[in-house]
């Protein structure tokens, strides 16, 4: 059941290419993202800064096809494709009408029906993401595309991504610092090193890659149903990784719910889908685009 479970994110993320067409595959930075299907109507969620270049202005996000990639084989997309860009949101509480703004940094790509069945990606069923916070110290899962484990020809002619999973729990939203709020962020431990089962009565300490590279992927949870076993039907994608907080080993993620109301608001039908099922958009109704308010009273 465990590698059923890892299949499925490894499915389910994306390795990025950023940059724009025509840039020679040395001058392309490389990201993650999570494909997502809302009844039919399909997604891709990654970190805003992995379309932002500074602030000179936007660069392009291609999807890299999976196994050896040539520059010219990267699907990219035209800005017009980016329904949603985040990266801030103020908090109101309205006992003391105090406003706190903090750093969010998601974008949300709309993809075509005809282009997910052509270049076969796999997307999570919308009925799998969740809204809830993680508690401290509660299990989960990261799943990218780390840079540094990139797979390059001598010539630099040709790339191959590979994924990067592994376990981890939920932390204190509070070790990300002012910029971050559990209305909006998860908190996750990433390990210098982590001891992993070579063979049967075998283990060994294995420096973990750098994280350049896996932003924009999910966080995810498990819920397990019956007694503790669980499938990949028990994932839960709870978050958007875009951060490692400076000075410390934790990664930032937004939390799933302002995602998913950014997209309601951007297409009335998602928001029926996520209405219907219970999703209450009356607390994050205003988290879209650059500082709105949200009662966070």
């Given at each position: 059941?465990?590698?059923?479970?890892?299949?499925k994110?490894w499915?389910?993320t994306?390795p990025?290419?950023?940059g724009?067409?025509?840039?020679?595959?040395s001058?392309i930075?490389?990201?993650?993202?999570v494909a997502?299907?809302?009844d039919?109507?399909?997604?891709?969620?990654?970190?805003?800064?992995?379309?932002?270049?500074g602030?000179?202005?936007y660069?392009?996000?291609?999807?890299i096809?999976?196994g050896?990639?040539?520059a010219?084989?990267?699907?990219?997309?035209?800005?017009?494709?980016?329904?949603v860009s985040a990266?801030?949101v103020t908090?109101l509480n309205?006992?003391?009408d105090?406003?706190?703004?903090?750093t969010?940094?998601y974008?949300v790509f709309?993809l075509?029906?005809?282009?997910?069945?052509e270049?076969?990606?796999?997307?999570?069923?919308?009925?799998?993401?969740?809204?809830?916070?993680?508690?401290?110290?509660?299990?989960?899962?990261?799943a990218?595309?780390?840079?540094?484990?990139?797979?390059?020809?001598?010539d630099q002619s040709?790339?191959?991504?590979f994924p990067f999973?592994?376990?981890?729990?939920a932390v204190d939203?509070a070790?990300?610092g002012s910029?971050a709020?559990?209305l909006?962020?998860?908190?996750?431990?990433?390990?210098s090193?982590?001891?992993?089962?070579i063979?049967?009565?075998?283990?060994?300490v294995?420096?973990?890659?750098?994280?350049h590279?896996i932003?924009?992927?999910?966080v995810w949870a498990l819920?397990?149903?019956?007694?503790?076993?669980f499938?990949?039907r028990?994932?839960?994608?709870?978050?958007?990784?875009y951060?490692?907080?400076e000075g410390?080993?934790v990664?930032?993620?937004?939390?799933?719910a302002?995602?998913?109301?950014?997209?309601?608001?951007?297409?009335p039908?998602?928001?029926?889908?996520f209405?219907?099922?219970g999703?209450?958009?009356?607390f994050?109704?205003n988290?879209?685009?650059?500082?709105?308010d949200?009662d966070?009273?």
């Amino acid at each position: 059941m465990v590698e059923s479970v890892k299949h499925k994110m490894w499915e389910w993320t994306q390795p990025l290419a950023l940059g724009r067409p025509g840039n020679a595959l040395s001058e392309i930075e490389v990201g993650s993202g999570v494909a997502v299907n809302v009844d039919g109507h399909y997604f891709l969620l990654t970190a805003d800064h992995n379309v932002l270049l500074g602030r000179s202005g936007y660069r392009q996000v291609g999807l890299i096809p999976r196994g050896l990639t040539r520059a010219e084989d990267i699907r990219w997309f035209d800005d017009d494709r980016i329904i949603v860009s985040a990266n801030a949101v103020t908090l109101l509480n309205l006992a003391t009408d105090q406003r706190h703004t903090v750093t969010t940094d998601y974008s949300v790509f709309k993809l075509r029906p005809a282009e997910v069945e052509e270049l076969g990606i796999e997307c999570m069923n919308a009925d799998q993401i969740g809204v809830r916070p993680l508690d401290v110290g509660e299990f989960c899962m990261v799943a990218g595309y780390p840079a540094a484990i990139y797979k390059r020809s001598d010539d630099q002619s040709t790339v191959q991504p590979f994924p990067f999973i592994f376990g981890t729990k939920a932390v204190d939203v509070a070790a990300l610092g002012s910029n971050a709020h559990p209305l909006t962020h998860l908190a996750v431990a990433y390990p210098s090193d982590v001891v992993i089962t070579i063979e049967p009565g075998k283990r060994q300490v294995a420096q973990l890659p750098r994280p350049h590279g896996i932003s924009g992927c999910g966080v995810w949870a498990l819920h397990p149903t019956l007694g503790g076993l669980f499938s990949y039907r028990d994932l839960r994608l709870s978050g958007i990784q875009y951060a490692v907080h400076e000075g410390s080993e934790v990664l930032h993620s937004c939390r799933m719910a302002q995602v998913i109301e950014a997209m309601c608001v951007t297409d009335p039908t998602v928001a029926d889908y996520f209405t219907t099922r219970g999703f209450d958009r009356t607390f994050y109704s205003n988290l879209f685009k650059n500082a709105k308010d949200v009662d966070a009273g």
